[in-house]
T-cell receptor, first 111, second 112 residues
Framework: TQLLEQSPQFLSIQEGENLTVYCNSSSVFSSLQWYRQEPGEGPVLLVTVVTGGEVKKLKRLTFQFGDARKDSSLHITAAQPGDTGLYLCAGGRGSNYKLTFGKGTLLTVNP | SAVISQKPSRDICQRGTSLTIQCQVDSQVTMMFWYRQQPGQSLTLIATANQGSEATYESGFVIDKFPISRPNLTFSTLTVSNMSPEDSSIYLC?????????FGPGTRLTVL
């Protein structure tokens, strides 16, 4: 069974602070996706990374895929209350679109 | 993008009963998936719903417990049968369009 370990599980910070969330596995994935889920909603895709060492930026969010394609990180700069939510990483293998999800990091940004 | 709706959005059910969850997509898609999201746990794939053929179940999930229908390319149902409190969870359907997987809003099920 492929497992994706996310850390930290919970994170509560003040508006304006920076944070990093980690997603680690002992398995290699062909792609790694990051989702954000808000209460009462399904996960919404933020980014997909497919190349080892790849870095993608989405406004204040920076995503990195590890060189060996086993781990990934999400860095948020100057967090805002609107960033509050459950951040999920998910690994994909091949073209069958089946994803293995981590348990998520629940982020709370306090004003 | 894809617009996905699920019914019901939430329900509270008695042990031993069954609940059917509906998933409607705004346009035709080939692949539809059903996931379970238990409290404190990761999203777990239950099965892939195939149009015109039997659903493909992941390890640990069986058709008798989670029968799935896929009558056309925009609709699917998942039934949670003979429910127990351990089935309390959020159930999500998802579709693939292009290279992106889109999720419905989920059905929050509580079994008493």
């Amino acid at each position: 069974t492929q497992l994706l370990e996310q850390s930290p599980q919970f994170l509560s910070i003040q508006e304006g602070e920076n944070l990093t969330v980690y997603c680690n596995s002992s398995s290699v994935f062909s792609s790694l996706q990051w989702y954000r889920q808000e209460p009462g909603e399904g996960p919404v895709l933020l980014v997909t990374v497919v190349t080892g060492g790849e870095v993608k930026k989405l406004k204040r969010l920076t995503f990195q895929f590890g060189d060996a394609r086993k781990d990934s990180s999400l860095h948020i700069t100057a967090a805002q209350p609107g960033d509050t939510g459950l951040y999920l990483c998910a690994g994909g293998r091949g073209s069958n679109y089946k994803l293995t999800f981590g348990k998520g990091t629940l982020l709370t940004v306090n004003p | 993008s894809a617009v996905i709706s699920q019914k019901p959005s939430r329900d509270i059910c008695q042990r031993g009963t069954s609940l059917t969850i509906q998933c409607q997509v705004d346009s035709q898609v080939t692949m539809m998936f059903w996931y379970r999201q238990q409290p404190g746990q990761s999203l777990t794939l239950i099965a892939t719903a195939n149009q015109g053929s039997e659903a493909t179940y992941e390890s640990g999930f069986v058709i008798d417990k989670f029968p799935i229908s896929r009558p056309n390319l925009t609709f699917s149902t998942l039934t949670v049968s003979n429910m127990s409190p351990e089935d309390s969870s959020i159930y999500l359907c998802s579709v693939v369009r292009g290279d992106t997987q889109y999720f419905g809003p989920g059905t929050r099920l509580t079994v008493l």
